[in-house]
């Protein structure tokens, strides 16, 4: 094992340690020696089985957090087991809202770089990381240099999650020191955006929708086929931002990453944004009147063609099936 | 109320990107503009600072002198701009670039920072919360929405599942996603008045940093390889003759997804 030890920001939701989290750890078992996690929120316990299972030994718990948001005071625990004489080689982190803001608060209070947006980790003579440019065409292999953990922000879908079978994690109390005036910001309400069918970043079909939908009804069009496919709603950025849909349905660099059997893509141009986040489903579908959209660079089927009139008769096409 | 944007100046992204071929880093030369993500940020300064003595400064660090990136925000409303130029600088990562604005932000005293989440160019996603860290302040980051509440800031921050609703007190670093708020254009007015608005120009010395934190000489990472990866082949592109749906159907049943 060229790398010693690995932590893995392990995050939790609906009672349970995320997929990415997963990911992350099977990947710290192929390159290190001894993976550790670092976990928050009141599951902590009864998580460290899976966590175990996927190669953890150790769990360090910051503990119920309550109403704080958990970049400050997450950092300022692992800060803390560092300067006790406990640092890892590398720490992982998921691509997520709050593991950047651990990773930023993370890196400043180290004064160690953060190297983000990793879709791949080589152990050599150290560990590298690979990160896709320009939308993927190209891939940029870097590594830190001085010493101290390396700090890698790694993209969902990078690594396959497989159990090692491992015994349960064995749980040690981390709690964040306190960090003043940096942890002052509260949450004082949480809304979870309803949603009916498979996750979006789970989902076997992703049907998403872009700019040339036209108008913000027509993603209707986008929820009725995917629906019909048993499939999540997805979308680009341009509509996100127009206010169309919601940003859980984003696809792509700022939103989530997607590796379904079947990405439908319609009226979606292929802008690099978009791409990273979707190139890797098995199979790509396109639908766009441009001839030209570098989408149908990675599609397997391409329709060049109105999705006004080409959805509304696959939707149909498809009731009729039954 | 004193509002800072931070503002990257950047290659025109409609631009085929390229690297420097000898440090593999973004070929940053040519013509800068200011990246379109930092549009949002200025335009919700602008709103959150619209009261009587209030003002928006802009911060930005780039090569060269670079001011038309800056220009833009100028047009948009802001009243003053600090750059920070120093040929010192090549070549630094995220962390020493949150060390240059964090120094540059303190001289302004504000009382909220505004970021994009993630720049166009870069994208590492962090250099906002180290900012925040390196000033000892609280952040909130993928704002989707903004207010003012007294001595708060409150913020809907867009998260995985949904949204919270977050209340913290001032002063505070707050990064906006995209969608916050719809971006003015500027006017022919803002344009011309831009062109005499105070930019203060810094260097690393004047912010009593060390050459050897920032730039090259502080990066704590370095890239060792940039190849192409594997392309995606491309398969059946065919035009819509009225069978486009019924194309679709087929790949489907033959991937056997129906």
Redesign the interface.
Known sequence: MAIGKVWVLAEAGEGAPTPVTLELLSEARSLAGTVEAVAWGSDTAANAATLGEYGATTVYDVGELGDALPGVPVAAAMAALIEGGNAPDAILIPATTDGRDVAGRLSAKLDRPVLTNVTGLVAGDGLSSQHPLFGGSHIATARFTGAGPGLFVVRAKSFAAEPSGGAAAAVVAAPAPDAGATSTARIVQRHEEERSGPKLDEAAVVVSGGRGLGEAANYALIEQLAKLLNGAAGASRAIVDAGWVPYSHQVGQTGKTVKPTVYVACGISGATQHLVGMKGSKNIIAINKDRDAPIFSVADLGIVGDVHKVLPALIEALKAKG | MNVVVCVKQIPDPAA??A?NPET?TLNRSGKLIMDDSDNYGVEMALQLAGGEGDEVTLVSMAPGGETSGLRTGLAMGAARAILISDDALAGS????T?KVLAAAIKRANPDLVVMA??STDG????????V???L???????A?AIAIDGGNVKVE?????????????MP?VVTV???VVEPRYPSFKGIMAAKSKPVDNLTVADLGLDASQVGVAG???????????E??G???????EGD??????A??EQ?K??
Request: proline share 5%; aromatic share 6%.
């Open positions: 085929p990107g690297l593999n990562d995220a962390l020493g949150a989440t993630e994208y590492t996603g962090t250099l906002p919360v180290q925040a860290e390196l000892g302040l609280p952040s909130v980051t993928f989707k921050r867009q998260t995985e599942a949904g949204f919270d609703e977050v209340v913290c007190p505070a996603t995209a969608g990066s704590g990472q370095e890239i060792t390889d940039v190849s192409e990866s392309a995606r491309s398969g059946e592109i065919v035009e819509d486009g749906a019924q194309r679709v159907v790949f489907l991937l997804v129906i």
